[in-house]
């Protein structure tokens, strides 16, 4: 059993930055396509940036040269660095294990807020 927990979410003003970050419990994180999806209320889950075990990357259009996804394979950690954020990217940040480039995995973190508003 894979368990993913979130941290690093918070209140930022727009043109602001976060760091998530999502630890991996269990012995096979660095096989795993790691992802980060977010959910704003009223709104499907969108897939925001996937790294796979082999260092590919797929990004969200919205989110490209703003946002940057890597892994610490020895500490068992994906990160989301978020930069020149905007009140659209308000949401529930969620890490995803499992998954592929274009879809996700069936283990999931409990997701953390993030707010951008002034």
């Known amino acids: 059993q894979v368990q993913l927990v979130e941290s690093g979410g918070g209140l930022v003003q727009p043109g602001g930055s976060l760091r998530l970050s999502c630890a991996v419990s269990g012995s096979f994180f660095s096989l795993y396509a790691m992802g980060w999806y977010r959910q704003a209320p009223g709104k499907q889950r969108e897939l925001v940036a996937v790294?796979?075990?082999?260092?590919?990357?797929n990004y969200a259009n919205s989110v490209k040269e703003r946002f940057t996804i890597s892994r610490d394979n020895a500490k068992n950690t994906v990160y989301l660095q978020m930069n020149s954020l905007k009140p659209e990217d308000t949401a529930v940040y969620y890490c995803?294990?499992?998954?592929?480039?274009?879809?996700?995995?069936?283990?999931w973190g409990q997701g953390t807020q993030v707010t951008v508003s002034s």
């Open positions: 790294k796979t075990s082999d260092g590919r990357t």
């Open positions: 995803n294990a499992g998954g592929g480039l274009y879809d996700s995995g069936s283990s």
